[in-house]
């Protein structure tokens, strides 16, 4: 039976985050031939309707309130709300990101929908959608499912592939209007200060070097973004070595941090705390580099290196140049 679908686009800088378009392929299998409508907020929506279009949409609301541009807790739930009673929708799909964690679980309740969160993955069976989702910090998986009514889930990134672009398809366009009283919006954002690296963003990156207190100082970092510049990596720290000063809370993971999931994640002087492999366990390789035999790290890791990081790293950094300038 066919769905309606909607998919609220995750946008960041202007761009389409990359769990956008994974929400368009969770979208497309559930809609089973139904429309898949993308919402995009901001000033900047109309440039990202052919992209949207490509991956997997069928019809495009743009909501070009220039307010929008940043996201706010008040303006964004707004335009959500007004999206959804417009659309009707029988599935919501958005990033488990720091936007959608914050904003979905408000208009679920709101419009009394019912809710999952962090999903990894979203299949068919018996003519229902079934949600799977890690619970006890990555430890199990649960499977849901819902009787009826309409369904708004997160995705977590970098679970559920993107389509493949088809550059023929053509999404039918349509702007959304929506007025946000000043009154009802009780923060402005008036600049961003950004403290993190402006590189690769590490929630969605398909390789992230992480660093622990192994690394020793704000300055034993550098040898693991030698590493991320030639890999095209994301660089991640545990709380450690957060709360030691060496680097940004940004740049935490764990369960109180980011919860990633790339193809590649290389642990540097981590020893591999409960808190942290909640952040990273679900890595599809592992690879981990701790001068102490005995660290937690390597009973998860799919490859281990015993050594010191600041004598294994750069010879990785060597040898990963060479293996790419002889591609």
């Known amino acids: 039976m066919s769905k309606n679908v909607l998919v609220l686009a995750d946008v960041r800088d202007g761009e389409l985050r990359n769990v956008a378009l994974e929400c368009l392929a969770a979208g497309t299998k559930a809609a089973e031939g139904g429309v ?21 949409a069928d019809q495009v609301i743009v909501v070009p309130n220039p307010q929008l541009d940043q996201y706010t807790t008040d303006a964004y739930f707004q335009a959500f709300k007004k999206v959804v009673e417009k659309v009707n929708p029988d599935i919501i799909f958005t990033g488990h990101t720091a936007f959608g964690r914050d904003v979905s679980p408000r208009v679920a309740a709101r419009l009394d929908i019912g809710m999952v969160s962090d999903c990894t993955d979203v299949e068919l069976a018996d003519g229902r959608l079934i949600f799977t989702r890690p619970i006890y910090a990555g430890k199990a998986f649960v499977k849901k499912a819902f009787k009826e009514g309409t369904i708004l889930a997160t995705l977590r990134p970098n679970n559920i592939p993107a389509l493949e672009a088809d550059t023929s398809r053509s999404a039918v366009v349509e702007e959304l209007e929506v007025e946000l009283a000043a009154d009802s919006l009780r923060t402005l954002v008036k600049d961003v200060v950004r403290k993190a690296s402006d590189g690769v963003d590490l929630s969605e990156a398909r390789i992230v070097i992480s660093g622990g207190r192994g690394v020793k100082s704000e300055e034993g970092f550098q040898p693991l973004q030698e590493l991320a510049e030639v890999l095209g990596a994301a660089v991640g720290a545990s709380r450690g070595a957060c709360d030691a000063g060496y680097c940004d809370y940004g740049l935490q993971i764990g369960q109180t941090g980011k919860v990633v999931t790339p193809d590649l994640y290389i642990a540097c002087g981590i020893s591999g705390a409960i808190q942290h492999l909640a952040g990273m366990s679900n890595s599809k390789v592992i690879v981990a580099i701790n001068k102490d035999p005995e660290a937690s790290i390597f009973s998860v890791a799919d490859y281990g290196i015993v050594g010191d990081l600041f004598e294994v790293v750069p010879l990785l950094t060597e040898e990963f140049k060479k293996a790419l300038v002889e591609q």
Request: proline fraction near 0%; glycine fraction near 14%; aromatic fraction near 10%.
């Open 36 to 56: 898949v409508t993308a919402a995009v907020f901001g000033s900047q929506g109309k440039q990202l309707v052919e992209k949207l279009s490509h991956f997997g």
